[in-house]
Nanobody, 124 residues
Framework: QVQLIESGGGLVQAGGSLRLSCAASGRTISGNAMGWFRQAPGKEREFVAAISRSTSSTRYADSVKDRFTISRDSAENTVYLQMRSLKPEDTAVYYC?????????????????WGQGTQVTVSS
């Protein structure tokens, strides 16, 4: 079993920054790709970013490219999402998840463990 706990969400003004953290416990996540998804009220969960287990590959949704950066610290069993130039449309609950493989990294069905989510609210 893997437990994923997100933190770092909050209320920020448009143009501001936040860094989300996803701490894993129970088992190491160093052998897995990891991803971030988000879900806004009334909308389906959508892919945000992913990172391969070796950190050599990253993938971003077009809507966050050049504004968000995903990274990981294997020693701390933690994945991060640095968010800059935040927009009101980035408001959502953000979830981290463990991928079963990097091949289907943008699809939520390709993940087996999920955190409980952290709320990010961007005011205009």
């Amino acid at each position: 079993q893997v437990q994923l706990i997100e933190s770092g969400g909050g209320l920020v003004q448009a143009g501001g920054s936040l860094r989300l953290s996803c701490a894993a416990s129970g088992r190491t996540i160093s052998g897995n790709a990891m991803g971030w998804f988000r879900q806004a009220p009334g909308k389906e969960r959508e892919f945000v970013a992913a990172i391969s287990r070796s950190t050599s590959s990253t993938r971003y949704a077009d809507s966050v490219k050049d504004r968000f950066t995903i990274s990981r610290d294997s020693a701390e069993n933690t994945v991060y999402l640095q968010m800059r130039s935040l927009k009101p449309e980035d408001t959502a609950v953000y979830y981290c998840a463990r991928a079963q493989s990097y091949a289907a990294i943008t699809y939520s069905g390709g993940y087996d463990y999920w955190g409980q989510g952290t709320q990010v609210t961007v005011s205009s």
